[in-house]
């Protein structure tokens, strides 16, 4: 009997190779990866999501849409859960607010014109430099004046014939008269000479209004300003034959002295805008540049259109400056500021206090006990950063400028107050007045 093989002595194999996936199932095992972990992100942001609505504030507190808006966050959460919040507060006043409207305008010159020639011939000499502020009456340019020169000793000439047979006329015609009153001659003759001293007389009419004709020529080969302002370019070099149908003619004057801005304003400004201006207000308007961080010039209301373009639902409105310094270029874009009246005594509060919910606009006021009060506000105009109120806070009250995206309905907090103008930092505690009338609250 044959022994068995031994390990050793048997055949060795191969080793089976593993199998590999096909690339499409490689693929799409991999995209099943990258949607697994999307949607493990958004279980946690749900989760996240579902934890602040259920943490939040009040209705009257909360922002649209029922999340915490963070928008400030100027102070650090720094207190731990349950004790009392850190916010910066201010204080409401009684105070002058300035109701200012804001427009885009153009600078516009009160008047523009183009110089041209109103007589034909060679322009002998220019008498401006461009850009050339002129006055009225200043000589601009001169054409050649000898052809009308010429044509008025022509003129002339012919109204001394004209007046020599009108003269000698007359004469015959009294002669005649009297020789008819003798029965020496037939009326017929009379009336033949009182015909011809007419005929004579328009004669002499015709060629002295040749003669006012040449002189006035004369004037026009001196062109001058029609009024003050700043000359353009020249447009006509010396040398030229110009005609009073050049297109471009000679040059073009601007008056930029005064100068005036035609700006637009939203058309619901109308009917403040009107009653000011009917009562005969001054209304000033300021002139700032393209970014508005310089003004250019002051000025006032003017005139008013008459027509709201229905485009754009905005009115017209041209304000004048006196420009003395040359601070507007016509043409020039500016951004206007019209102070339209001054409303005194009224309750002021930064913008930065004013929340918004779903129940409305509101403010959290800071009680004597330090706790936070959401109450809703009426809001009136603003004036850069400060803000009118109508109903809902007294001048005196407490409000809260940071840190009320943290604050819920009665909510402790620990006020620090902001001075009035101040550049520094806030300053803990009421201001000196206040802490002299009220007893320091056990959180403080």
Do not use: W
Not at 70 to 95: E, N, Q
Not at 238 to 260: H, M, R, S, Y
Not at 320 to 338: A, E, Y
Not at 345 to 364: C, D, H, L
């Amino acid at each position: 009997m044959n022994p068995s093989p031994t390990e050793a002595d048997r055949p060795k194999t191969a080793p089976r190779p593993v199998p590999e996936l096909p690339v499409p199932l490689k693929r799409k095992l991999s995209r099943r990866a990258v949607l697994l972990g999307l949607l493990a992100l958004l279980l946690l942001g749900v989760g996240a999501l579902v934890y602040h609505r259920y943490h939040m504030p009040p209705t009257l507190g909360a922002r649209p849409g029922g999340l915490a808006g963070g928008r400030r966050g100027g102070f650090g959460g720094g207190f731990g859960a349950g004790g009392p919040t850190p916010v910066l507060v201010s204080v409401a006043r009684s105070s002058d607010l300035n109701i200012i409207l804001n427009g885009l305008g153009t600078v516009t010159p009160l008047a523009t014109v183009t110089v041209r020639t109103q007589i034909s011939g060679q322009l002998t000499s220019v008498n401006f430099t461009e850009g050339q502020l002129v006055k009225q009456g200043d000589l601009l340019a001169v054409i050649d004046p000898r052809p009308y020169e010429v044509s008025l000793e022509q003129a002339q000439g012919q109204l001394l014939q004209a007046q020599a047979q009108y003269n000698e006329a007359k004469i015959d015609l009294d002669r005649y008269v009297t020789l008819s009153a003798q029965d020496s001659i037939s009326k017929q003759q009379v009336d033949a000479e009182r015909a011809l001293v007419s005929q004579y007389e328009g004669m002499v009419k015709t060629n002295q209004g040749t003669v006012d004709s040449a002189k006035l020529n004369l004037v026009y080969c001196h062109i001058t300003a029609p009024f003050s302002g700043r000359v353009g370019f020249r447009l006509v070099d010396q040398g030229n034959f110009v005609t009073p149908g050049d297109a471009g003619g000679l040059v073009i004057l601007a008056e930029v002295k005064p100068i005036t801005v035609i700006f637009t304003l939203p058309e619901d400004s109308i009917p403040a805008v009107l009653t000011q201006f009917r009562a005969g207000a001054k209304i000033q308007v300021d002139a700032y540049n393209r970014d508005h961080t310089a003004k250019l010039a002051t000025g006032g209301l003017s005139s008013l259109d008459n027509t709201v373009d229905p485009t754009t639902g905005t009115f017209k409105l041209r304000a004048i400056f006196p420009n003395d310094d040359d601070g507007l270029f016509p043409n020039q874009f500016v951004n206007i500021s019209m102070l339209l009246a001054v409303k005194h005594g009224v309750t002021v509060i930064p913008t930065s206090a004013i929340e918004r919910g779903q129940q409305g606009t509101f403010v959290y006021v800071v009680g004597q006990d330090n706790k936070a009060a959401a109450k809703s506000v009426t809001l009136g105009a603003v004036e850069g950063e400060r803000q009118e109120i109508l109903s809902g806070v007294a001048p005196g009250d407490r409000v809260v400028i940071d840190g009320a995206d943290r604050l819920k309905d009665g909510m402790e907090v620990v006020p620090t107050f902001q001075r009035p103008g101040a550049g520094g930092p806030a300053k803990s505690g009421p201001p000196d007045g206040e802490r002299r009338r009220r007893r320091p609250s056990g959180g403080n």
